[in-house]
Each structure stands twice: as structure tokens, then as C-alpha cells.
């Protein structure tokens, strides 16, 4: 069983900052923790991936503006967004999954309830 649990979101004007919190709880070792994203009549995408290990993948559209970080400690994946663009307005969720060596991040099946981010132009 895997529990993902997202919070952050909210109202931002372009230009501006949010970060993203995900809590993980999992009865087996998780791999990686995935940041997916979906605006309406989108398609949900990848935004950013980090292994256990500290590897991270990032989404062209958001390499530089993005970071992701971990603290396998406190069981929390952060999403460190800069520079937002009315583009980045979706809903974003929290997946657990896996980061292949050649740097694929792969979804598993679990994903957290998701949080709205806006971002006004």
C-alpha cells in the first residue's frame, strides 16, 4: 500500500514562486517519486521525478524554473517552482514509481488526490 498526500498549491501571479510538498507513506520501498501535471482537456505529464538515491528528471518545459528534492527522513518529496507561467496552471499530482538508469521516470499506480496550482497572467 502506498498513501501520497500533495499540499502547496494555490493563486500565484506569473513570475512567482510556489513549492509543493508530497508526504509518502508505503508499506515497501519506493523507488522514486514522480511530480505529474494536467491542465483541462490535457493529457497529464511528467514534470519531474527524483530516485531514491537523489537522481532527478525534469521536463524540458520546466528544466531551470523547477527542482525537486527529497527527504527520505521525513518521507517528503518538495516541488520548488519559480518563474511560473500562466502554462504551468494544472492540477498537479504526487506518483510514486520508478527512475531508470537511462533516467525514464516509470508511474506506478499510485498517485495522491492532487493539488491546484494557478497561475494568473
Known amino acids: 500500500q502506498v498513501h501520497l498526500v500533495e499540499s502547496g498549491g494555490g493563486l500565484v501571479q506569473a513570475g512567482g514562486s510556489l513549492r509543493l510538498s508530497c508526504v509518502a507513506s508505503s508499506t515497501f520501498s519506493i523507488n522514486a517519486i514522480g511530480w505529474y501535471r494536467q491542465a483541462p482537456g490535457n493529457q497529464r505529464e511528467m514534470v519531474a521525478g527524483i530516485s531514491s538515491g537523489g537522481r532527478t528528471k525534469y521536463a524540458d518545459s520546466v528544466k531551470g524554473r523547477f527542482t525537486i528534492s527529497r527527504d527520505n527522513a521525513e518521507n517528503t518529496v518538495d516541488l520548488q517552482m519559480n518563474s511560473l507561467k500562466p502554462e504551468d496552471t494544472a492540477v498537479y499530482y504526487c506518483?510514486?514509481?520508478?527512475?531508470?538508469?537511462?533516467?525514464?521516470?516509470?508511474?506506478?499506480?499510485?498517485w495522491g488526490q492532487g493539488t491546484q496550482v494557478t497561475v494568473s497572467s
Open positions: 506518483n510514486a514509481g520508478a527512475l531508470s538508469a537511462s533516467g525514464t521516470y516509470v508511474p506506478y499506480n499510485y
